[in-house]
């Protein structure tokens, strides 16, 4: 908070299509934690707590005795069934890193879902339980169709068209071209290659739906002061933040503030709490699920009103390191890869240190916001020390 | 009525909470006994006044559409024969800010829109496992 903490290393292992990692999920886990650790400077018995989210398989007591930490002072994640904990498990790592509570933080994701299957999917069964009895029951099953309901419904409101949506896709694609990590890399995407791609869910395009990946990213956070004195520039954490709004978390689309990125909280805290605006921010990375809900979470951010959603996001206005507002310079999801989002993490770092494959000039303020539409939402805004 | 998902498909399993609206054959409310304020889905706790015990209000069965969205790519694979099916998000008129989702059953999944008036209908399905009749609700375009 306000700077007390800092982001001192990155690391993330080569990302693989979904299923062809050739390393098991703890593996890559490992590497991209050794990887951000010697980034730092450090040693991996200096890390002393954890964080992570959605129900990390890669459990602290495991890492830490695999990876020879000498102890562990902290271990925790957010709630939250998707990429909303993306930037609630850095703002975790900052929380404790600020209380005293662990010295040096890692926080990181890692999947292969070769060897554990397939998010977003639902298994056929003779019965629908619980709350899922009420949507499971009428073929409302994936993540895709969650989103795609509440893109609607926000077109239907605001005007939003198709292009809209599309400029989200055509940007995270653009960046991928600049960024040989990405997986689509050398595969650029063409307006026209967009509206002619197969449907998911409407009015979700295939080129609307992030991809699933195997791979790792992780993070070292650590205090201000330590910073300092260590191999990195430091990229402090000025502000993190969760939230709803008043009922946000009513299930089944009866939220009253439908439909909703569950952002608007998050951006007011975020900017309460900075002491900065979204005019002062140079460069933002948004987790797209989907696209829609992106457009969402840009306008209850509050870098635009819903109203102006078409005409913020056309004309290039978000491509490329000279745009109005440069997202997602690395790829993002979409393109870059699907470390469920936590690779946003690792991309906004590197525009505050200068070494982004689409970086951006003068980066004052680097800022992730986490996946939209699932709560509660998060975001984290790094700054120049 | 024949079932708007296929004959195989999951069905609702019943608990205390969900067991009217899936068998009374009306679109029906949860309803807060203290404080009459209507919720749904049925919550274990009423969202204004916090008590815990409830009553079921009928509804006309009446509504618009709120948002709906047609799924195109089979999730599972297995429904590849039943895409494109369409799910729709209804406001009830009798409260408008209650949404309850279903299936346009009467329409071509690619000529739902926002705002259209529909009315609820019930697929009457024997449960044979947990011997129960269910009166699933669904929506007609009117």
């Given amino acids: 908070m306000q700077g007390k903490s800092a982001v001192v290393g990155i690391g993330e292992t080569r990302y693989y299509k979904r299923g062809q990692s050739p390393k098991t999920e703890f593996q890559l886990a490992s590497e991209a934690i050794t990887k951000a650790v010697a980034d730092a400077g450090l040693e991996l018995k200096d890390i002393d707590g954890f964080s992570s989210y959605m129900e990390s398989r890669n459990d602290p007591g495991r890492l830490s005795a695999a990876l020879g930490m000498k102890n562990v002072a902290f271990a925790a994640q ?20 600020s209380a005293g509570y662990a010295k040096n933080v890692v926080v990181f994701r890692a999947l292969a879902q070769g060897q554990f299957g397939r998010f977003g999917q639902s298994k056929p069964a003779t019965h629908a339980h619980g709350n899922n009895a009420f949507s499971a029951t009428y073929g409302m099953l994936s993540p895709a169709h969650t989103c795609a309901l509440q893109t609607t419904r926000f077109m239907h409101e ?12 055509l940007t995270a694609h653009a960046h991928a071209q600049l960024n040989p990590r990405a997986i689509r890399y050398g595969k650029p995407l063409t307006r026209e290659e967009y509206h002619a791609s197969r449907w998911i869910a409407k009015p979700f395009h295939i080129y609307d739906c992030c991809p699933e990946n195997d791979g790792a990213t992780a993070i070292v956070v650590t205090s201000i002061d330590r910073a300092r ?20 978390g009513a299930l089944q689309f009866n939220e009253p503030s439908f439909p909703t990125s569950f952002n608007s909280e998050v951006g007011q805290q975020i900017w309460q709490r900075s002491g900065i605006t979204p005019k002062d921010v140079q460069v933002a990375q948004f987790y797209e ?10 306008a209850e951010m509050g870098f635009c009103e819903k109203e102006e959603i078409n005409e913020f996001v056309a004309n290039g206005n978000l491509q490329g390191p000279n745009a109005k507002l440069p997202i997602n310079t690395s790829g993002g999801n979409l393109a870059e890869g699907y470390m469920h989002g936590f690779e946003l993490i690792n991309e906004a770092v590197r525009q505050v240190r200068g070494d982004s494959t689409c970086q951006v000039a003068d980066v004052e303020h680097s800022l992730v916001v986490s996946g939209p539409g699932y709560s509660p939402g998060s975001a984290v805004l790094f700054s120049k020390d | 009525m024949q079932r708007y998902m296929p004959d195989w498909w999951a069905l609702p399993a019943l608990n205390d909470n969900n067991k009217a609206f899936f068998t009374s054959g009306k679109i ?24 815990t015990s409830f009553d079921w209000q009928t509804c006309s069965g009446e509504g618009v559409v709120y948002s709906h969205t047609v799924v195109e790519h089979p999730i ?11 799910v729709i998000l209804v406001s009830l008129n009798d409260h408008p800010e209650i949404r309850i989702l279903g299936n346009p059953v009467n329409i071509d999944p690619n000529k739902v829109e926002v705002g ?17 009749t269910l009166k699933i609700p669904q929506w007609e375009v009117i």
């Fill in chain 2, 76 to 86: 599972p694979g297995t429904l590849k024969d039943r895409v494109p099916y369409t």
């Fill in chain 1, 158 to 169: 605001y005007g939003i068209t198709q292009d809209s949506l599309a400029e989200i896709a």
């Fill in chain 1, 289 to 298: 699920n989907f696209t829609g809900p992106v457009l969402m979470a840009i």
């Fill in chain 1, 229 to 248: 004195d260590l191999k990195q520039k430091p990229v402090p954490i000025l502000a993190a933040a969760q939230g709803l709004g008043q009922r946000d």
């Fill in chain 1, 78 to 97: 957010p709630w939250g069934g998707g990429g909303n904990g993306v930037a609630a498990s850095v703002g975790l790592a900052d929380a404790a890193v």
């Fill in chain 2, 28 to 51: 029906v409310v949860q309803t807060c006994k203290s404080c009459q304020t209507a919720q749904h889905p049925p919550e274990d706790v009423c969202h204004v006044c916090q008590e």
């Fill in chain 2, 116 to 132: 259209q008036k529909v009315k609820a209908v019930f697929e009457t399905i024997e449960d044979e496992k947990a011997g129960v």
